[in-house]
Structures are given as C-alpha cells and as structure tokens.
C-alpha cells in the first residue's frame, strides 16, 4: 500500500516522498481514507506509531480548496503541552510546504500579541493547548463557529494533566455539524464517556493494542539501594557501561527529581538537559533541540513533560524512578526502540518499589 492509494492530494504524495517516506505506517493506512470520507475517527494509537501524519496528511489535502477568514480557524488541533503541539505545527511545515497555508499555533510562553496578530489575518490550522485557546475566546479574540474539523489529540495525557473540562468545553463551542478526530493511547472510562459524547458514528481505528511495548525493545531491572545518593551512582554506573549507548531518556517521577538529578549529572561530567513543568517556553525548547541534535547525550524529563516527543532515535530508556502508573512504563519505553529500530529500557529498582514493579509486570504479561 502506497501513499498515493490513500486518496491523498498529489502535492500531498509528493510532500511526503521528499520528506523520505515510501510506505504508511498502519495507522496512517487506516485512518487517512476515513478522515478524507468525513467521518469521525477514535484513534487508539500510542506515539510512535505515526498517528501524527495520520492527521496532518488529509487535513493538507483537505485544506487545499477554500480560504481562512479573519479570527475563524478553519481547524482546530488540541494539544496535552506545548511541545506537542510545537511538534503538529512541525509536520505542516514538512508537508505543507508547496501549500500557501496559514498555521498558527496558541501555547503559553509565547507573545499573546503575536499569537493575536496571526489570527486577525486569518488562519486554516489553529494548534493550541486548551488553557491557552480559551484564554484567546474569552477575550473575543476567536471565533469557533468556522472550525469544519477538530482535533483532540493525546486524549489520555489530557486527562492526567485536568484538561477534560476544557476539552468538553472547547467541544460545545465548535459548531455541531464539525467532523471530529480524537487519538488517545488508553481507554479509561472517561474518556470512553467523551468519546461517546462528542463523536458521531466514528469509525474506530486501532494499532497495537494498549500496554504494548514494541517487541524491539529490551528490557531490564536493575537493583539499588533505597538512597537517591545510591541511586544516583547506580544510574552513572548503568550511563557509562551501557551496550551501544548513543543518547538516552532518564525519566523521574517528579520535576523536582528532574532538576536534582540534572545537576547531579552535569557535575558527574555528563552532557544532559533537562525537561519538566516549570521550564519557560524558550529553554524547553533550547533543551529538546541540544538532545535531538545530539548536542547532549542525556535528556532527563518528567512524564508531562516527555508524553509524546518525537525523537525518532533514542538507543536507551533509563527509569531513574519506578513509575507510579503502569501505562506510564509503557510510554516512558516507548521513546526507543522506534521504528524497527532496537532499543534498551532500564529500571532501577529501589526496595521500596516493589509494588510498583509488581503493577507493570502484570500489565505487561496481560497484553
């Protein structure tokens, strides 16, 4: 199966092969014929899958006739964080390029004034995080009655970070008659209850089912004591004797481990940066592009922060920290092994997490 027997545009189908992409991913193969038919679509996918352009690909070719008029976004994609979101935006770029499209992109941390500016002229894809595209409607800065598409993207990180009033929200503010996209990698039951709410008829569409890890990923737990001093050396230890070590992920549970952990590195002599909650805009960014360029070897991040990067080749997970949620296990590995790529997921098991540990496990052997 070839882009070009999805029913996508040719300057679409040429996009992408520029871009180096020859084969759709499964569910790019599912989804794309469905969202060019109109149709509501429940997309259970987890990241890495490529349900980005599963999106992207038919909204560009949808988006090549008609116009955006003046603080009515034709489209509207919802977004968990802003690196996320800067993400989508970064796919239309790619894609869209021999398209005169207006993207516009509504996050915290960036210049309310410019965001503002951009919409006035008119824009054809609004991305934004909810917080942010309702702080603009309330100040009558945005109008949601031309939006003929929306977009609820990473339903279940959604849900984590409190963002489900907004979306119902969001949801009723848009005209009725719009078509509706929704990805989520999980299905708890409030979503369940949204998805039954704000869809009509959509066709389902599912891709490895939830709380798999891909098979190219190995994985291992390694002991330690129960002192983050302990922890920490155990950590540096695993860094430098690592088999075919070229960059790695190190998750922590909470940002304020991020920050200690960071800095504990830097001192160790390790190139790292850091990712979590209360970094401004500019430096998250500043950090996420030193790692994807491999300017720096290790990146440490929280869960939100790292739910949905987009870093095509990480070759190791290190769990500095037992996640407190199975599913989280399964995102944090998520980040390597990617693509058919091989990759190495890492847990440092402190006495205190069997519990924890117990929880995956049995997450894991279910699936």
């Not at 679509?41 to 070719?61: D, R, S």
């Not at 200690?260 to 950090?287: I, K, T, W």
């Amino acid at each position: 199966m070839s882009f070009a027997q999805l029913g996508l545009s040719e300057k679409v189908v040429s996009a992408v092969a520029a871009a180096g992409y020859t084969t759709p991913t499964p569910i790019q193969q599912q989804a794309i014929p469905h969202v060019l038919a109109r149709r509501d679509v429940l997309g259970i996918a987890q990241t890495g899958t490529g349900k980005t352009a599963a999106f992207t690909l038919p909204m560009l070719t949808m988006l090549e006739t008609g116009r955006a008029r003046a603080r009515m976004p034709r489209t509207l994609i919802l977004e968990p964080t802003r690196e996320l979101a800067a993400q989508v935006q970064e796919s239309f770029e790619k894609y869209g390029a021999g398209q005169k499209l207006n993207v516009a992109l509504l996050i915290g941390g960036v210049s309310f004034d410019d965001q503002d500016a951009k919409l006035t002229r008119g824009v054809d894809v609004l991305i934004a995080t909810p917080g942010r595209l309702l702080d603009h409607f309330e100040r009558g800065r945005l109008l949601l009655t031309g939006v003929e598409l929306l977009v609820i993207d990473e339903t279940d990180r959604m849900l984590d970070m409190g963002f489900i009033p907004d979306i119902e929200r969001i949801c009723k503010l848009v005209p009725f008659t719009r078509q509706t996209l929704f990805f989520t990698a999980t299905m708890p039951p409030e979503i369940r209850r949204i998805t039954e709410q704000f869809l009509h008829n959509p066709v389902k569409v599912e891709v490895a089912r939830p709380a798999t890890a891909a098979e190219t990923i190995d994985q291992l737990l390694v002991k330690s004591g129960r002192e983050p001093h302990e922890k920490r050396e155990t950590l540096r230890r695993l860094i430098r004797s690592a088999d075919g070590f070229k960059n790695a992920i190190v998750f922590c549970n909470r940002k304020r481990e991020v920050a200690l952990l960071h800095r504990s590195l830097v001192s160790h002599g390790f190139n790292a940066v850091a990712l979590h909650g209360d970094m401004e805009q500019p430096a998250r960014m500043a950090a996420l592009d030193k790692f994807r360029k491999g300017e720096a070897a290790l990146l440490i991040a929280s869960d939100v922060a790292a739910r949905g990067l987009d870093i095509p080749d990480v070759s190791h997970v290190l769990n500095f920290d037992v996640p407190h949620h199975p599913e989280d296990y399964v995102h944090r590995i998520g980040r390597t092994g990617r693509a058919g790529r091989k990759g190495t997921a890492i847990t440092i098991v402190a006495p205190a997490d069997q519990k924890s540990v117990a929880a995956i496990e049995k997450l894991m052997t279910r699936t």
